[in-house]
């Protein structure tokens, strides 16, 4: 039976290297100050193993911001909070459906088994967005879930949710399950997705 400790290598071993949030986001479902600083601690005495084999490492970047690995050499600077953010959608997502392999490879930001995610920031235009479902993906058997932040009002994070929803009745008009999507605040609250016509509901992996 896997340790606590166990599951957290296996996590940081597959995003490459995490935060204290988003192992509370893999772990508990959940984020919050209280949380962070419980693994914070926890993070920080599994870098006194005596097994090298299982001692994390910690790194920083240029900016200073830190994170636990196994493996990695270095952090990203430019995208630190983008890629951070990532991995706090990842953690919810594998804390409510399980341990599975997860890659980074481009042009999503992150894939799981069919999905395909995308960390919207709002910065891509309603032609670059439509431009992007084309090109990577209107030839692959997949589904696309975006999620949308706004850092400064999560209350724009719904209006550019409609947005690709629009985009998506246009590019895929006969696949309402094919671009699915959330708001990065409420998904990472209750794990809910969404397609343009409501509540959607994920297939349950099998293991």
């Known amino acids: 039976m896997a340790t606590k400790r166990d599951l957290i290598r296996w996590f940081i071993k597959e995003v490459h290297?995490?935060?204290?949030?988003?192992?509370?986001?893999?772990m508990e479902g959940r984020g919050g100050s209280d949380r962070s600083r419980v693994y914070s601690s926890e993070l920080s005495e599994m870098q006194t193993v005596k097994d090298r084999t299982l001692r994390?490492?910690?790194i920083r970047n240029q900016d200073g911001h830190f994170a636990y690995t196994m493996l990695s050499k270095t952090l990203p600077t430019f995208l630190f909070n983008h890629d951070v953010c990532v991995r706090n959608i990842i953690g919810k997502f594998l804390h409510d459906r399980g341990m599975q392999e997860v890659s980074f490879e481009k042009p999503a930001d992150a894939s799981i088994r069919q999905y395909r995610f995308e960390?919207?920031?709002?910065?891509?235009?309603?032609?670059?967005?439509?431009?992007?479902?084309?090109?990577?993906?209107?030839?692959?058997?997949?589904?696309?879930?975006?999620?949308?932040?706004?850092?400064?009002?999560?209350?724009?994070?719904?209006?550019?949710l409609r947005k690709v929803f629009q985009i998506s009745s246009k590019v895929f008009p006969h696949q309402p399950n094919k671009v699915l999507g959330a708001c990065y605040t409420s998904y990472l609250e209750d794990g809910t997705?969404?397609?343009r016509k409501g509540q959607a509901k994920l297939k349950p992996f099998n293991h």
């Open 17 to 26: 290297w995490a935060t204290p949030r988003n192992v509370a986001y893999f």
């Open 56 to 58: 994390l490492k910690r």
């Open 119 to 160: 960390l919207d920031n709002g910065h891509m235009s309603g032609i670059q967005l439509e431009e992007k479902l084309v090109k990577y993906y209107s030839h692959l058997n997949v589904q696309l879930i975006f999620i949308m932040r706004h850092r400064e009002c999560p209350h724009l994070e719904a209006e550019r």
């Open 193 to 195: 997705v969404f397609n």
